[in-house]
C-alpha cells in the first residue's frame, strides 16, 4: 500500500531564506509525482509534475527532484517570501486513477 | 476561461441528513475526481468518474455515491450523514484519455459540517 509522507509537519522561515521540503513514498513504483500549494480553506494549485522518467523540473523559484529509488522527493524553494506563506502537498500517482497525497507542510515566511 | 467550479461553497446539515455537492470541470476536460479532506490532513481520493461511470473508487463506504453528466459535470452524494463526514470536498478535472499523467486542476472545494 503506497504511504506519503511530509516531512517537516510545519516549518516557520525568515524573509529570503532558501529552503527545502521533504516528501517520501514508500512504493518506488510510481507514474509520476506533484507538488499542490494550498491556501487556508481553499483548493489546490498544481506547482510542479515530475514523471518517474525525469529527475527534476524546475518553474520560477520553485525546484522539485524526484528519486524513485529512495522513494524521495524535494521541493526547493529559493528567496523565499511571505506570499509563499501555505501549506505544500506532495501527491503521487502509481499509474491507476488514484492519486495519493501526503498530510503537507504548513510553511510560514516572516516578513 | 473558466476553471474547476463547485457549489455550494458551505454548507452545513445535522447527522442522518444526505447531502449533494455538485461541480463544473474545467473547459475541455472531461474526467473528475472527488476527494475528502479531513482538517490538518491531505485529500483522500474518493472516487472518479470518466464516460458517466465510476472507474476506480477509494476506501469510502457506499454511502458515498456519485455521478457525471453528458456535459461532464459531476456530483457527489452522501447518504446518513456522519459526525466524521465534516471535511473540505475537493472536486479536480482532468483529460481522461486513460494516461495518469497529465495534470489534475482542482475546484476550491466545499466545506461541510455535520452537527
Known amino acids: 500500500k503506497q504511504e506519503v509522507t511530509q516531512i517537516p509537519a510545519a516549518l516557520s522561515v525568515p524573509e529570503g531564506e532558501n529552503l527545502v521540503l521533504n516528501c517520501s513514498f514508500t512504493?518506488?513504483?510510481?507514474?509520476?509525482l506533484q507538488w499542490f500549494r494550498q491556501d487556508p480553506g481553499k483548493g489546490l494549485t498544481s506547482l510542479l509534475l515530475?514523471?518517474?522518467?525525469?529527475r527534476e523540473q524546475t518553474s520560477g523559484r520553485l525546484n522539485a527532484s524526484l528519486d524513485k529509488s529512495s522513494g524521495r522527493s524535494t521541493l526547493y524553494i529559493a528567496a523565499s517570501q511571505p506570499g509563499d506563506s501555505a501549506t505544500y502537498l506532495c501527491?503521487?500517482?502509481?499509474?491507476?486513477?488514484?492519486?495519493?497525497f501526503g498530510a503537507g507542510t504548513r510553511l510560514f515566511v516572516k516578513a | 476561461d473558466a476553471g474547476v467550479t463547485q457549489s455550494p461553497t458551505h454548507l452545513i446539515k445535522t447527522r442522518g441528513q444526505q447531502v449533494t455537492l455538485r461541480c463544473s470541470p474545467k473547459s475541455g476536460h472531461d474526467t473528475v475526481s472527488w476527494y475528502q479532506q479531513a482538517l490538518g490532513q491531505g485529500p483522500q481520493f474518493i472516487f472518479q468518474y470518466y464516460e458517466e461511470e465510476e472507474r476506480q473508487r477509494g476506501n469510502f463506504p457506499d454511502r458515498f455515491s456519485g455521478h457525471q453528466f453528458p456535459n461532464y459535470s459531476s456530483e457527489l452524494n452522501v447518504n446518513a450523514l456522519l459526525l466524521g463526514d465534516s471535511a473540505l470536498y475537493l472536486c479536480?478535472?482532468?483529460?481522461?484519455?486513460?494516461?495518469?499523467?497529465?495534470?489534475?486542476?482542482f475546484g476550491p472545494g466545499t466545506r461541510l459540517l455535520v452537527l
Open positions: 515530475i514523471q518517474s522518467s525525469q
Open positions: 512504493d518506488s513504483a510510481i507514474y509520476n
Open positions: 479536480a478535472s482532468s483529460l481522461g484519455s486513460g494516461s495518469p499523467s497529465l495534470t489534475q486542476y
Open positions: 501527491a503521487v500517482n502509481t499509474g491507476g486513477f488514484k492519486t495519493i
